[in-house]
């Protein structure tokens, strides 16, 4: 199955993934152009997660290629594994915020595991919890947040860094509708500032408002595109 | 490397139960370590105290003549090692004898003769008053002709060079176990931590963060806690040194030694070696964890 577009910024390229006898993915070919919001959906168990795992390294690949900006995958050495995942920022559906941190810390930590400079990383830091309207509960801890509360420190923590992709694993997947539409705003905000948007979801009520492409995993296979 | 020892130092804040039981048995096997080695270096200081008493007497065949004996002299004097070589007539060997005799020296006066042969008495180089120096000296100058005997209480310090060989080794032994138990007792707290931190790790490692930004602050808690161990394990010790000394002191010490605690340098070099031990607990638990 392949969807090409131009510009791409990640290029998979008949990649499988296994685990033991079972088959997670089989001989997904895509392409996912620079800026691009993109949402890829599917059953639970259909592949959808271990595809936005094999891009950041989460896993590697059991055959196949992946590009992503320009870096082969199978060819990269441990040592680059850090600077491939700074391209990215990871939304995880349990949010994955570090509970003994404030909100701040937690936003932060991106930045200087980037090695950024101390005196910028205040300033940054504010801006994105800005934009999430998390700026007002920074020195909170992530236990006394609620679910969507958390998400929008997730997505602060993914945009923190400028990265040049956006990875959101069921973002809105334990949220209620107005807060899974603020974390879709959010989302879209970042695409404005030229992010690309990679969204797994199977919440039928945000691809019905989905007016990009979507892409549709089956027991780890890739669909063809539905006829226009 | 600031912002590192600031997250170390929270670290520590953090887990402070689990710092203090490391610091503390840290401490506990630096202590006992440290007493080991406490009593070598005191036992070496005996040793080298009592061998720099140790003279070594060379006594002569009968009837050696006036020529001979300048001439053995002049043998004994151009041996390497030998600092002094002094002359000890028959008399004078009596008249020693008879003052160390003291309350029995009349058992000296039926003596139809002087039964003692004439002698020398041989002072050595500081650095071949060791076993193995002295009897190789005393080899070589028992096979000069004149010569008929040679003694140095080769048997006593034969003894107790063994015993504090022995010492030693043993001393080398428990010092190498208690590394190993240090390192162990560091690598595994450092492993507890990481253990209980697995899933904030994890989150590091996905936004991008280097071994090198986990690692790091690990190793300074590993070395804090081997530092503060040492040092508290030294203080004990020298709270201990000086209660026995205050308590015992004037039966301890005589006018030739003293029991002495380790020097200034030394300690520091002590707790510098508790860091560096810390350091590699931290790393053979990393080295496990984030593989």
Known sequence: MTDTRDEAIIRLFHVHKRYGAKAALQDVTLEIAKNELLFVTGRSGAGKTTLLRLLYLGEAVSEGQILVDGMNLSRIPRARVPTLRRKFGIIFQDYKLIPTKTVYENVALVLEAAGRKPSVIPKKVRSVLRIVGMEDRMNAFPPSLSGGEQQRVAVARAAAGDPKIILADEPTGSLDEEAAGLIMSYLDTFHTRGATIIVATHDKELLKRADTRVVQLRDGRLLPPAPV | ?291
Request: charged residues 20%; contains cysteine; hydrophobic residues 50%.
């Open chain 2, 1 to 291: 490397m600031k912002r590192f020892f600031l997250r170390a130092l929270k670290d520590i804040r953090d887990n402070r139960f689990l710092t203090a039981i490391t610091v503390i048995t840290v401490a506990l096997s630096i202590m006992i370590a440290a007493a080991f080695a406490l009593f070598f270096v005191n036992a070496g200081g005996i040793l080298n105290m009592w061998q720099q008493g140790i003279r070594m007497m060379v006594y002569l065949t009968p009837q050696v003549s006036e020529a001979a004996r300048q001439d053995t002299m002049a043998q004994l004097q151009s041996i390497a090692g030998v600092q002094e070589a002094r002359y000890i007539s028959s008399e004078e060997a009596l008249e020693r004898l008879r003052g160390q005799m003291q309350h029995h020296d009349a058992l000296l006066d039926n003596l139809r003769r002087n039964p003692l042969p004439e002698a020398f008495e041989i002072t050595l180089q500081a650095d071949r008053r060791d076993s193995t120096s002295l009897q190789f000296l005393a080899e070589r100058i028992a096979n000069l002709e004149t010569v008929a005997d040679v003694e140095y209480g080769q048997e006593w310090i034969g003894r107790f060079t063994a015993i504090v060989n022995l010492f030693s080794l043993a001393g080398y032994a428990i010092g190498g176990l208690f590394f190993m138990a240090t390192v162990f007792i560091v690598a595994n707290t450092i492993r507890l931590v990481l253990y209980a931190r697995r899933e904030e790790i994890e989150i590091m490692r996905l936004v991008g963060a280097t071994d090198r930004f986990i690692r790091v602050p690990f190793y300074l808690q590993g070395m804090i806690q081997g530092g503060l161990g040492t040092l508290l394990g030294l203080g004990s010790l020298l709270l201990g040194y000086l209660y026995l000394t205050r308590q015992f002191g004037d039966p301890m010490a005589t006018e030739m030694f003293t029991i002495r605690f380790f020097p200034v340098l030394t300690c520091a070099g002590i707790v510098l070696g508790g860091m560096v031990v810390g350091w590699l607990g931290s790393w053979v638990s990393l080295k496990q964890f984030l593989k």
